[in-house]
């Protein structure tokens, strides 16, 4: 599986950004996806995700902000994200993995957590927002 970010820019606060993901070699029939952030010297943070089902989960910094959504047909992952604040500011990874059972990841600690610890990763996009 590979995976490419794009859409990553400098802006100001309150701006907007749309990244995107493009997804190749992927033959998994069920699977999950999801966008991480991750600053220099910090843990990589789980910021969207979305399961089979079409099922979203965001951290609570973002909700109401960014928008994770997904075209199958053109195998491609996307965050809209708005009113972005300086805190934004990180390298912006995609990941995506196989799911086997929901209940199982459920049971593992989520979609994201799952992510985290099992995911394929791209090489990230930069988000820079000014204040």
């Known amino acids: 599986v590979q995976l490419v970010e794009s859409g990553g820019a400098s802006v100001q606060s309150g701006g907007s950004l749309r990244l995107s993901c493009a997804v190749s070699g992927l033959t998994y029939s069920s699977y999950c996806m999801g966008w991480f952030r991750q600053v220099p010297g910090k843990e990589r943070e789980g910021v969207a995700t979305i399961d089979p089902d079409g099922i979203t989960t965001y951290t609570d910094s973002v909700k109401g902000r960014f928008t994770i959504s997904q075209d199958n047909a053109k195998h491609t992952l996307y965050l809209q994200m708005s009113s972005l604040k300086p805190e934004d500011t990180a390298m912006y990874y995609c990941?995506?993995?196989?799911?086997?059972?929901?209940?199982?990841?459920?049971?593992?600690?989520?979609?994201?957590?799952?992510?985290?610890?099992?995911?394929?990763w791209g090489q990230g996009t930069q988000v820079t927002v000014s204040s």
């Open positions: 990941a995506v993995t196989e799911v086997y059972s929901m209940t199982a990841i459920h049971a593992l600690g989520g979609v994201m957590t799952f992510l985290r610890d099992y995911g394929d």
